[in-house]
């Protein structure tokens, strides 16, 4: 079946450390996100791709990295610069090609505790 | 992308209807209404999207007014299963990341 798997689903990570989350995706998506989600909170977005080896920064990308090697994986490197990772991780996909056809697929998610 | 407004919170007795409302008076011609839903702790999913007409699929229907200035999401017999945080969000471009507020949390009760 197609569809987004995010890993680790949880994830503990000492204060200072880097950690990198997987997302990937077999639904041949063009464009592909990353939102941030804190308790009784909407979603924020991060980083997000439209196309392999491109990439913007979305609302609080400070304190994060991502790449666009490949176009199914769009992996999320939280750093040590970022000041309170503690979160829910959320990857996204679309075709990123038809306007109106803007419909996101999100993967399982991934929680974040630091230590 | 416009910006949407929806009340924080709902109750809906099981069996009844959901009418969930959604105001996006600053709504440009081209911008689409979706709206997707999060049960607690999953990812987000897709229900139903539109731009003028009025939109029915197997989950929900939605109803939009005829300036477009807001529209609701009607789920006509809520489920226990129903219980979650609901998004309504306007969008134009394809492919731009959608803005997702904090959304209304729809409780159903049996």
């Known amino acids: 079946d197609g569809g987004i798997t995010q890993s680790p689903k949880y994830l503990f990570r000492k204060e200072g450390q880097n950690v990198t989350l997987s997302c990937e995706q077999n639904l041949n998506h063009d464009a592909m996100y990353w939102y941030r989600q804190d308790p009784g909170q909407g979603l924020r977005l991060i980083y997000y791709?439209?196309?392999?080896?491109?990439?913007q920064k979305g609302d609080i990308a400070e304190g994060y990295s991502v790449s666009r090697e490949k176009k199914e994986s769009f992996p999320l490197t939280v750093t040590s610069a970022q000041k309170n990772p503690t979160a829910f991780y959320l990857c996204?996909?679309?075709?990123?090609?038809?306007?109106?056809?803007?419909?996101?697929?999100f993967g399982a998610g991934s929680r974040l505790t630091v230590l | 992308d416009a910006k949407t407004t929806q009340p924080p919170s709902m109750d809906c007795a099981e069996g009844r209807a959901a009418n969930l409302p959604c105001n996006h008076s600053?709504?440009?011609?081209?911008?689409?209404v979706y709206w997707y839903r999060q049960i607690h702790s999953q990812g987000p999913q897709y229900i139903i999207h539109g731009l003028k007409n009025n939109e029915t699929n197997e989950m929900a229907s939605l109803i939009i007014t005829e300036d477009r200035k807001s529209s609701t999401l009607i789920l006509p017999h809520a489920t226990l299963r129903d219980t979650a945080v609901y998004y309504c969000?306007?969008?134009?471009?394809?492919?731009?990341?959608?803005?997702f507020g904090k959304g209304t949390t729809l409780s159903v009760s049996s």
């Open positions: 791709s439209q196309i392999v080896n491109d990439f």
């Open positions: 996204a996909s679309t075709t990123g090609r038809v306007a109106g056809a803007n419909v996101l697929t």
């Open positions: 600053t709504i440009s011609g081209n911008e689409y």
């Open positions: 969000i306007a969008s134009g471009q394809a492919g731009t990341a959608l803005i």
